[in-house]
């Protein structure tokens, strides 16, 4: 069965930073893409990066472009994220994310499975 | 703010129907497909609809959606109490180029 597992999360203090990895199991990983969703608390869910399953196309929300850094192993079957510079805001639970096939380098901004979530608090 | 609108709270009893909204434009869900999401406390959220209206296995038929131009809907029949959760909807938009998120509704049911 499909299984994203997160880790990395932690307390970081402003500005610090940190990397995610999400170790992905019971499907092919280098066919799909893969995203980065995260909640901050009392808030709704946000896209935060999503990448190809090449690795050849990478999306970044406005919020988190030019501190966050989205790479895939595809032969550890891993996506990380790169979290640097990282702010108040980022206190979050980021979520390692399976998009839906849609054919043959396609992005679909569904998603059929979801990690548990690893807890990133900014905190001084 | 979403570019896709949801209504913050909705409310059921159990048995009833409950419908919750998600309200974009022609950029957004007027071109594009619609995915809706249960997300309780604690867990990984759950996909129950993709491309509009389907279900994937194992999600059951009392939940149902439907899109009609620039907005979508997503229907909880027979309301049970552990429906009680966060739902969002999600699409695409044109405009930004960039995947977007309904604000989320809370369902309670009473």
């Known amino acids: 069965q499909v299984q994203l597992v997160e880790s990395g999360g932690g307390l970081v203090k402003p500005g610090g930073s940190l990397r995610l990895s999400c170790a992905a199991s019971?499907?092919?990983?280098?066919?799909?893409?893969m995203t980065w969703i995260r909640q901050a608390p009392g808030k709704g869910l946000e896209y935060v990066s999503y990448?190809?399953?090449?690795?050849?196309?990478?999306y970044y929300a406005d919020s988190v472009k030019g501190r966050f850094s989205t790479s895939r192993d595809n032969a550890k079957n891993s996506l990380y994220l790169q979290i640097n510079s990282v702010r108040a805001e980022d206190t979050a639970v980021y979520y390692c994310?399976?998009?839906?096939?849609?054919?043959?380098?396609?992005?679909?901004?569904?998603?059929?499975?979801w990690g548990q979530g690893t807890l990133v608090t900014v905190s001084s | 703010q979403s570019v896709v609108t949801q209504p913050p709270s909705a409310s059921g009893t159990p048995g009833q129907r409950v419908t919750i909204s998600c309200s974009g434009s022609?950029?957004?869900?007027?071109?594009?497909?619609v995915y809706w999401y249960q997300h309780l406390p604690g867990t990984a959220p759950k996909l129950l609809i993709y491309?509009?209206?389907q279900r994937p296995s194992g999600v059951p038929d009392r939940f149902s959606a439907s899109k009609s131009g620039t907005s979508a809907s997503l229907a909880i029949s027979g309301l049970q109490s552990e429906d009680e959760a966060d739902y969002y909807c999600?699409?695409?938009?044109?405009?930004?180029?960039?995947?977007?998120f309904g604000g989320g509704t809370k369902l309670t049911v009473l």
């Open positions: 999600s699409t695409w938009d044109d405009s930004r180029s960039r995947p977007v």
């Open positions: 990448i190809s399953s090449s690795g050849s196309t990478i």
């Open positions: 022609n950029s957004n869900i007027g071109s594009n497909y």
């Open positions: 491309w509009n209206n």
């Open positions: 019971g499907f092919t990983f280098s066919d799909y893409y």
């Open positions: 994310a399976r998009a839906l096939s849609c054919g043959a380098d396609c992005y679909s901004p569904g998603v059929d499975y």
